[in-house]
């Protein structure tokens, strides 16, 4: 099929997967980036064949990994994840990229060793970093709308959940800059500290006072052609992109640092529009951007792999039980003493529950010949049921601890069954 047809196809989804997710949500709460990686599969070559990869779609998909990464950027308040709880999920994901660093090491020998051909050393190292990394990801992006329609959100739960998952999230991409840069370990670390510099040098910009005519023109050309906030916060985004590209880094990090730069642009220069600025980045994101890449996604998915039930399928289960061993152990041990046992235990399912990274990940890998298209399939769809089953048994374990025992869930939470608005950056 042509490329504008398989567009359109992909758009088609993107318009009808917000309709399942809806519907099904009366029953059981499904992310929205399930339903777009599975109708993704549905018309990829393993099932109907309706679509395919072409330049201008793998264009687009890629611009669409950017704006994913440069979203969760713009998520994370490190403000507001500070002190001992941010020392513990430090310290929780670190153990947890050393568990999955040896764990994802002695695959890649086991892969090698069972491959005729063989594998060389630099390869089985490169598809080491790629799994042990992603199993060290946590899907904080997902797992918000859960603790926020659980009344969760404000409460102790939800802020030691918000500094272990917002680690989760900025760990991974400064672990895929580190080790995924083809250089000594010594090279690596001073050509990330330039890039560090780089962006100090952008933050300390983005936190001086801005002049009054500044947020007169954001505010001024808000619904107006002009539309300067948006563009420039596009313009950052493609400063950020080249200086890690420049630098041999991976654009995840440049995206990764460009969302947290235009938050401290946008709240600092221009509060009162922050929002609606925001809004029309997501909009053009979620709206067009990210569900191109998470459909695309699914189109690539190697479902011939796992139905053909060698060791792809033998993967998926072994991948998901490595995402509680991985990630969830080392939140277990080292969640804050204040929380009740159930807490804990929902803590580590929340903190495991991946998927997104791991999709980003998971693509970079096939495009470096890292990964194995059934490896990356496994992952992915490990990611798929983690998003699917942990965020549910944690529910039940916080319902069943009773309003925050030991948890400090104050005045203000909501019944379980019931579901305020969520915005839509929450969904992914």
Do not use: C
Not at 341 to 352: C, G, K, V
């Amino acid at each position: 099929m042509a490329q504008s047809g398989t567009l359109i196809l992909i758009m088609s989804i993107a318009v009808l997967a917000p309709l399942l997710a809806h519907g099904v949500s009366r029953w059981l709460p499904v992310p929205l980036v399930i339903f777009e990686i599975l109708l993704g599969i549905a018309i990829g070559p393993d099932v109907l064949g309706w679509a395919g990869q072409g330049e201008v779609i793998d264009a687009l998909s890629e611009l669409g990994l950017a704006m994913l990464i440069f979203l969760a950027g713009y998520e994370i308040q490190f403000d507001k994840v500070r002190g001992g709880t941010l020392r513990r999920s430090v310290g929780a994901w670190l153990i947890s990229l050393a568990l999955g660093l040896g764990l994802a090491l002695l695959l890649a020998v086991w892969s090698g060793s069972s491959n005729s051909s063989g594998s060389s050393d630099s390869s089985g190292f490169s598809k080491s970093v790629y799994i042990g990394v992603a199993l060290t990801s946590t899907a904080l992006g997902t797992v918000l709308p859960v603790l926020r329609d659980a009344g969760d959100l404000r409460t102790r739960f939800g802020t030691v959940m918000m500094a272990f998952g917002a680690v989760g999230e900025f760990g991974p991409i400064i672990a895929m800059a580190l080790l995924l840069g083809g250089r000594s370990p010594g090279q690596s670390t001073v050509v990330l500290a330039a890039f560090a510099l780089l962006t100090v040098a952008a933050v300390y910009w983005a936190m001086r006072p801005r002049p009054p005519w500044f947020s007169r023109v954001i505010a001024k050309t808000l619904h107006t052609s002009g539309q300067f906030a948006v563009r420039l916060v596009v313009l950052l985004l493609a400063l950020m992109l080249g200086a890690s590209q420049l630098l041999g880094l991976d654009v995840l990090l440049g995206a990764f640092a460009a969302g947290m730069i235009v938050r401290l642009v946008l709240h600092g220069a221009a509060p009162e529009s922050a929002d609606v600025v925001l809004g029309k980045i997501e909009g053009m994101g979620f709206g067009f951007l990210v569900p191109l890449f998470f459909v695309t996604t699914g189109i690539e998915f190697d479902l011939k792999a796992l139905l053909e039930g060698g060791r792809a399928l033998l993967l998926l289960p072994a991948f998901l039980l490595l995402f509680l061993v991985v990630r969830g152990l080392p939140v277990w041990f080292l969640a804050p003493r204040d929380l009740a046992p159930r807490d804990r235990r929902a803590l580590t399912l929340y903190a495991s529950t991946a998927l997104p990274l791991v999709v980003a990940i998971t693509t970079l890998g096939l495009d470096d010949g890292a990964l194995e298209s059934g490896e990356a399939a496994a992952l992915v769809g490990a990611g798929m049921v983690s998003v699917l089953l942990f965020p549910l048994l944690a529910l039940k374990l916080r319902a069943a601890g009773g309003a925050g025992a030991g948890a400090g869930t104050g005045a203000g939470r909501r019944p379980l069954g019931s579901r305020g608005p969520t915005t839509e950056r929450e969904s992914w």
